[in-house]
């Protein structure tokens, strides 16, 4: 049987720029490189029921969660408006 290292050293958490919490469903995602500060991802959320995917900001083993935190309130209105419908470009993006 292979045994899984569980290094949480090179682990990511997510904050979904949707409902502004940390994301489950992302939690501990380990990376093999670090990905640049302010890197946003797309990832399935419980806020959604994983109905369908949200912007995510990574928050990184090095990033401080609660500066990350206020970091994405500040940009969520370039991704999603007031009712939390997806932006596109700066527009409401329309689904189908």
């Known amino acids: 049987m292979c045994k899984r290292h569980d290094n949480t050293d090179r682990s990511s ?5 949707r409902c502004l ?3 489950q469903v992302g939690d501990k995602m380990r ?10 991802k ?3 959320c419980l806020c959604t029921k994983l109905q ?4 995510n900001l990574e928050v990184r083993r090095c990033d401080d969660f609660d500066e990350r ?6 940009i969520k209105s370039k ?6 419908k997806l932006l596109l470009n ?6 189908m």
Do not use: S, W
Request: charged residues 40%.
């Open 21 to 23: 919490k940390k994301n």
């Open 79 to 84: 991704y999603y408006d007031e009712n939390n």
């Open 42 to 44: 797309n990832l399935c």
């Open 13 to 17: 958490e997510f904050i979904c720029l």
């Open 69 to 74: 935190m206020e970091y994405a309130k500040k």
């Open 31 to 40: 990376r093999a490189n670090m990905r640049e500060k302010d890197h946003v």
């Open 52 to 55: 369908m995917r949200t912007k």
């Open 90 to 95: 700066g527009k409401q993006r329309i689904c």
